[in-house]
């Protein structure tokens, strides 16, 4: 027997907007406008990435004497750093990100997060994906808000969400799809995919027109759609699920799903493991490998989006930096500053932005992280209004009482 929460949670139907008619969301979903085609992906590293070694500053000698064990070789040496302008260079386990670098469509800010002095996980991914650094009383996630001010696409999947959970930063009153892939891939039936099942909430909830009813067919709508988008690529994918242990299929999955369904406007997937306090390694070790598995999907990402590149703008991120000095156990510990990717067509790539201060003791925080010099609501609030056109009133209710500084990030998006 399915119980009834297990049931909304498998048709999709987590929120609130469903389940409480006073609530606007649910109407908001039905205004007739017409999207503008662009779309946003937003890749989240849960555990704290090290930016330091994602993209180094090679340039900065001080990157050598504090990290003797996890530094990366400059360019041009064995197993070095792909130089990007002189002063820093991409880890070469991203190497199949360098094409977009050199094309233009790949931007990397550096110092950049949470004004928060927060160290602790949970809190920096809540303050992240709330979009309100240091308010716990947030009861939406940045993308949801972003998504009622989007124009409606008339689908019941206009956010997919990859996973079980629906993670914060998509919970809100706009209605969102999860799809949460199961062992290998495997196409797995839900309980809704056997017709004797689906026929008998039909028969329970189908015909009904209170709220409930509504959220009925419309998570219904929204699986259906879902399964068969992504059917075939569940059934040809066979190198494991999505997870932090094996994430190598996740970019032609997702970019398939947005190159043949326009619909989506928006999808969020998160990939964990990246709190390397032990061995962390440098060209070799635990966070290459992670590395090499991030590069890969997202060029498969970028490939299977085909034509739909030039209209999408992928962003990577995580909650904090780490130490710029490596710990006694040869990793690092949790950090401040950070750097974020940007990769998409419209982006004004093949820089590194942001308000580099240096590695001197003196201009880091605390005397031991990279400062925060640019905030991350400033990246965000600028590439989003530039490429998805939300107004400045709609920023606003993006990012309630954020007010970048002018002109920080300007160029940053195709005009």
């Known amino acids: 027997m399915i119980k009834r929460r297990d049931f909304l949670k498998t048709a999709g139907l987590c929120t609130l907007s469903y389940l409480c008619p006073n609530l606007s969301g649910w109407a908001a979903g039905y205004q007739q406008s017409e999207p503008n085609g662009t779309r946003l992906i937003v890749i989240f590293l849960r555990g704290a990435v090290d930016g330091l070694n994602v993209v180094a500053p090679y340039g900065d000698s001080l990157y050598y004497s504090l990290r003797p064990s996890v530094s990366i070789a400059r360019p041009g040496q064995e197993l070095g750093l792909l130089d990007l302008d002189g002063h820093f260079g991409l880890n070469p386990a ?78 809100g009153p706009a209605s969102i799809a999860s799809y949460a892939p199961a062992g290998r891939f ?28 509504k959220a ?20 040809a994918a066979n190198q494991g699920a999505p997870d932090a242990r094996n994430f190598k299929g996740f970019g032609s999955q997702i ?32 966070l290459a490998n992670k590395l090499n598995t991030l590069g890969a999907g997202l060029a498969q990402l970028v490939t299977a ?11 990577v991120m995580s909650e904090f930096g780490r130490t710029v000095k490596e710990n006694g156990n040869n990793g690092t510990d949790h950090g401040h500053g950070n750097m974020m990717l940007l990769l998409g067509g419209g982006i004004v790539g093949g820089k590194v932005y942001g308000n580099w201060r240096g590695l001197a003791s003196g201009q880091l925080y605390e005397g031991r992280d990279l400062p925060v010099t ?38 940053i998006v195709r005009g």
């Open 94 to 171: 991203l190497e199949p990100l360098l094409e977009h670098w050199k094309n233009g469509s790949l931007a990397i800010v550096q110092a950049t997060g949470s004004p928060d002095p927060t160290r602790s996980h949970f809190d920096a991914q809540d303050f992240m994906e709330s979009g309100t650094p240091g308010v716990k009383v947030t009861s939406s996630g940045w993308m949801n808000r972003l998504l009622m001010q989007l124009p409606n696409s008339k689908s019941p999947v206009r956010a997919v969400n990859v996973g079980e959970v629906l993670p914060r930063i998509l919970q």
């Open 186 to 213: 495997a196409a797995v039936r839900k309980p809704l995919d056997y017709p004797v099942v689906a026929q008998y909430f039909g028969s329970m909830y189908g015909s009904r027109t209170d709220s409930l009813g």
């Open 216 to 235: 009925f067919n419309e998570g219904m709508s929204a699986h259906k759609t879902l399964k068969k988008d992504l059917e075939g690529e569940m059934t």
């Open 255 to 286: 970019g398939r799903l947005f190159a043949n369904s326009p619909h989506v406007q928006m999808g969020f997937l998160a990939i964990g493991g990246w709190d390397t306090h032990v061995n962390q390694g440098g060209s070799k070790g635990q």
């Open 305 to 315: 989006l085909g034509d739909q590149y030039k209209n999408t703008l992928i962003v």
């Open 374 to 411: 640019t905030d991350f609501r400033s990246v965000l609030s600028t590439v989003l209004a530039e490429h998805m056109k939300v107004s400045k009133a709609g920023m606003q209710e993006v990012f309630p009482g954020y007010r970048p500084a002018d002109n920080e990030l300007k160029g």
